[in-house]
Every structure is written in C-alpha cells, then in structure tokens.
C-alpha cells in the first residue's frame, strides 16, 4: 500500500502518470477492498504532494510555474488557464479540472496566488482526488471480470495495462508539450 501513497505524493507534484494505473492494478489482481485501502494511500499521498506544491506556488511561483513547464503534456497556456479558472471559479476549480485531465499540482502551484486558502484547497481535494481513484477501481474491477469473465488475474492484469498504454499514448499526443 505503501507504493500507492508514494505515487500518489509523486504524480502530485512532479510525476506525470497518475497513481490511478495502480490503484485500478490492484482492484484487478487482489479486488476491491485491497483497492480500497489503496485508495487512502494515495489520497495521502496526493494531499501531501498538494500541500507541498501549494506551498512552493506560494513561496516561489515563477519557478514552480518554470519546472511545471518541464512536465509532460503542460504548457503555459495550460498554467494560464487553470491560474484564470481558479480566479473565476475559486475552490470549485480544483475540483472539476483534473476530472478534465488537468494535472492537480497545477491547481496547487496556483491555488495560493488564485486567493484559495490552504485549509479549502486541501478540504475540496479530498473529494476531488478520491472520488476519481475509487471510481476507477470500480470500473476496473467490475469491467474486467465484466469483460474477461474467468481468466486469470494476468491475463486481467495485462489488458488493463494495455488500456493504460493506450489512454497515455492518446493522451500525450493531444495534450500541450
């Protein structure tokens, strides 16, 4: 469990695939409940990674903005955007753009210059984190015994991170970078 709290702390601030191939790794091979416990792994982890990189915006946006440019799949004008949906929407922002494939730590490097206070961002990213990684286990836990009926959780295993390839390859090739 303790690899899920890690991904979670690291897709939060500099990583780019998010922990949600585990998460739904382990729904497939070992189940729900397991999948469960993964899940308030890497809310912990994504919360700490949150909190770390709301607090580098902070203290030193201009080169939290500089590295968040090095990521995978963000650009600039993807930093403008989530920096005029947070002055716009406020806190709901932090909620509703990763669902849209908007990387959360951008939300958090911008949170604290967009007037979202600490204890909001990090109250409105519980939801926003964990309704997404319980979601998915679900899905891919329901859809592969669904789909694959009786095989073994290797077979299961490996379709899923075909999925997984395929999803990043399309969206790495539509995003900015």
């Known amino acids: 469990m303790l690899i899920a709290g890690i991904w979670g702390f690291a897709e939060a601030t500099l990583f780019f695939i998010v922990p949600d191939v585990w998460l739904t790794l382990i729904a497939v091979r070992r189940g729900l409940m397991p999948a469960f416990v993964a899940c308030g792994w890497a809310l912990a982890g994504a919360l700490a990674g949150g909190l770390a990189m709301y607090s580098w915006g902070a203290f030193d946006p201009a080169t939290a903005r500089d590295v968040l440019e090095t990521i995978p799949a963000i650009d600039r004008d993807m930093i403008d955007g989530v920096r005029s949906a947070l002055r716009d929407d406020g806190v709901a922002a932090v909620f509703f753009g990763p669902l849209q494939g908007v990387p959360?730590?951008?939300?958090?490097?911008e949170?604290?210059?967009?007037?979202?206070?600490?204890?909001?961002?990090?109250a409105v990213s519980v939801p926003a984190r964990l309704l997404r990684f319980v979601l998915l286990a679900v899905?891919?836990?329901?859809?592969?015994?669904?789909?694959l009926g009786r095989t073994g959780p290797r077979l299961r295993a490996g379709v899923l991170l075909a999925?997984?390839?395929?999803?990043?390859?399309?969206?790495f090739s539509v995003m900015p970078g």
């Open 104 to 109: 959360y730590k951008i939300y958090a490097v």
């Open 111 to 122: 949170g604290s210059a967009a007037g979202v206070g600490l204890a909001a961002f990090l």
């Open 139 to 147: 899905v891919a836990n329901v859809v592969s015994r669904w789909v």
């Open 163 to 171: 999925a997984w390839a395929v999803f990043y390859a399309i969206y």
